[in-house]
């Protein structure tokens, strides 16, 4: 059986997009990929250049970097793979708007339409609560609520994968 909601969860080079990225090939579906990332800076232009190298090309690129349940409610189908890289991105996107009552309305629309969602989806998300409790306002609710939410969409997965080192380690559903 293929899992049709994997969530996977890892540190910042940890190889959990390549692992999400074979996923999908391997579903052998029409990739939507889903990308939540913003240009900022020159650091994070090359980042996204890399994973743009990383993606085959025949793939459907969406980048929404706030209104996620409503792209997801679009675009899911039987027919697709969806993949969302990545949750924390899209999560310091609301944090950060400078209509904070965007966050809750985007944040529970997410989590209400996840269980909803036909097709194959694969969720990619940075694990960023293993170390300590960082110092500011702001990056602690980050940690916070990036934990909340892990724990809230893990709940609604099939599969759950830590990925350490490029390894994928199973905290829930069949091996990959």
Same mark, same amino acid.
């Given at each position: 059986?293929?899992?049709?909601?994997?969530?996977?969860?890892?540190?910042?080079?940890?190889?959990?997009?390549?692992?999400?990225?074979? /996923?999908?090939?391997?579903? +052998?579906?029409?990739?939507?990929?889903?990308?939540?990332?913003? #240009?900022?800076?020159? %650091?994070?232009?090359?980042?996204?250049?890399?994973?743009?190298? =990383? $993606?085959?090309?025949?793939?459907?690129?969406? %980048?929404?970097?706030?209104?996620?349940?409503?792209?997801?409610?679009?675009?899911?189908?039987?027919?697709?793979?969806?993949?969302?890289? *990545?949750?924390?991105?899209?999560?310091?996107? /609301? /944090? &950060? =708007? @400078?209509?904070? !009552?965007?966050?809750?309305? %985007?944040?529970?629309?997410?989590?209400?339409?996840?269980?909803?969602?036909?097709?194959?989806? &694969?969720?990619?998300?940075?694990?960023?609560?293993?170390?300590?409790?960082?110092?500011?306002?702001? !990056?602690? $609710?980050?940690?916070?609520?990036?934990?909340?939410? =892990?724990?809230?969409?893990?709940? +609604? *997965?099939?599969?759950?994968?830590?990925?350490?080192?490029?390894? @994928?380690?199973?905290?829930?559903?069949?091996? #990959?």
């Amino acid at each position: 059986m293929t899992s049709a909601r994997t969530l996977i969860l890892g540190g910042v080079r940890s190889g959990k997009s390549r692992l999400a990225e074979r /996923l999908a090939i391997e579903s +052998q579906l029409p990739v939507i990929y889903i990308a939540t990332a913003t #240009i900022e800076d020159e %650091e994070m232009r090359e980042r996204i250049a890399l994973h743009r190298a =990383h $993606r085959p090309d025949h793939w459907q690129v969406i %980048e929404e970097p706030l209104a996620l349940a409503s792209v997801l409610n679009q675009h899911a189908n039987t027919g697709y793979c969806l993949l969302v890289d *990545c949750l924390t991105l899209w999560l310091t996107n /609301l /944090l &950060i =708007h @400078p209509d904070a !009552s965007r966050f809750d309305r %985007e944040r529970s629309a997410f989590l209400n339409t996840l269980p909803y969602l036909t097709g194959k989806l &694969i969720l990619v998300s940075n694990e960023t609560n293993m170390g300590i409790t960082p110092m500011g306002k702001l !990056s602690r $609710r980050y940690c916070d609520e990036a934990g909340q939410l =892990h724990q809230a969409v893990a709940q +609604q *997965c099939d599969q759950v994968v830590l990925t350490v080192a490029g390894l @994928p380690l199973m905290l829930k559903g069949e091996r #990959i």
